[in-house]
């Protein structure tokens, strides 16, 4: 389990540099966020052990029990959607937020980050291609939720998220991934701020996904293997 861990990081990292270097792109411009949903700490550890530093969780509840479990000194992206009743644990457990998708649930995030004396990193996430099932702000709302996160003090606000429709092909994401550049281009313009992190691609797409920009690219299933039970999707609750 863990040799494999090792050499899966492996050959994920060497596609990261492929990828890369086909863009034109230097491979520190890409973090890599090793999603460990459904994994236990042990599988963290191995990952750990063999140099990862960011992982991602999706659901709150489960980070809490395998957080404290884990190494001290590895930074936790919260990469699925956060429920308002949750936004208080969520403060305190992750250094990042990927996936703020309201304007309430980003003030509900700041007052909680005060409170833990803490400054979180967020994302927005849009929802680019704008179908029914998926969660993320609908492009039209997202200026007035940027800007307003630009005023709270104890967030920082450091770019977009997006999760494409499930397809076999990774090029299918491409138009998505480049629509994510686009808006953000256009907003970090209009708003003057720096929105320079884009956290797009996973494990079938991630090649697509640096082609068009990304600077966070999310793995699960190509570091810690499929994953033990199935989901509904990557969006719960
Ligand atoms: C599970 C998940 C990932 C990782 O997906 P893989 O296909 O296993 O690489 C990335 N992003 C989000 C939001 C997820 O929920």
């Given at each position: 389990m863990s040799a494999n861990i090792a050499e899966n990081l492996d050959s994920v990292r060497t596609r990261i540099a492929a990828a890369c270097a086909r863009a034109g792109r230097s491979p520190e411009s890409v973090r890599l966020v090793a999603v460990s949903k459904t994994y236990g700490p042990d599988?963290?550890?191995?990952a750990?052990?063999?140099?990862?530093?960011?992982?991602?969780?999706?659901?709150?509840?489960?980070?809490?029990?395998?957080?404290?479990?884990c190494p001290g000194h590895l930074e936790w992206h919260l990469v699925g959607h956060?429920?308002?009743?949750?936004?208080?644990?969520?403060?305190?457990l992750f250094d990042w937020i990927h996936s703020v998708d309201s304007l309430?649930?980003?003030?509900?995030?700041?007052?909680?980050?005060?409170?833990?004396?803490?400054?979180?990193?967020?994302?927005?996430?849009?929802?680019?291609s704008g179908e029914r099932a998926k969660s993320g702000l609908a492009p039209e709302a997202a200026p007035a939720v940027l800007?307003?996160?630009?005023?709270?003090?104890?967030?920082?606000?450091?770019?977009?998220?997006?999760?494409?429709?499930?397809?076999?092909?990774?090029?299918?994401?491409?138009?998505?991934?480049?629509?994510?550049?686009?808006?953000?281009?256009?907003?970090?313009?209009e708003l003057e701020m720096d929105l320079e992190d884009l956290s797009m691609g996973m494990t079938h797409d991630l090649e697509v996904a640096i082609e068009e920009?990304?600077?966070?690219?999310?793995?699960g299933t190509g570091l810690f293997g499929e994953r033990p039970r199935?989901?509904?999707?990557?969006?719960p609750e």
């Open positions: 599988a963290v550890r191995a750990a052990a063999a140099g990862q530093r960011l992982f991602g969780e999706n659901r709150v509840q489960e980070a809490a029990a395998k957080i404290p479990e956060l429920q308002g009743n949750k936004a208080a644990q969520a403060a305190r309430q649930l980003l003030e509900t995030l700041d007052r909680h980050a005060a409170e833990a004396g803490r400054r979180l990193q967020i994302l927005l996430q849009i929802n680019v800007a307003r996160a630009n005023e709270l003090p104890h967030l920082q606000v450091r770019g977009l998220m997006t999760i494409p429709p499930l397809a076999e092909d990774p090029e299918t994401s491409r138009p998505v991934f480049r629509a994510l550049r686009d808006l953000r281009d256009r907003w970090a313009a920009g990304a600077t966070f690219v999310r793995v199935p989901e509904k999707g990557m969006e």
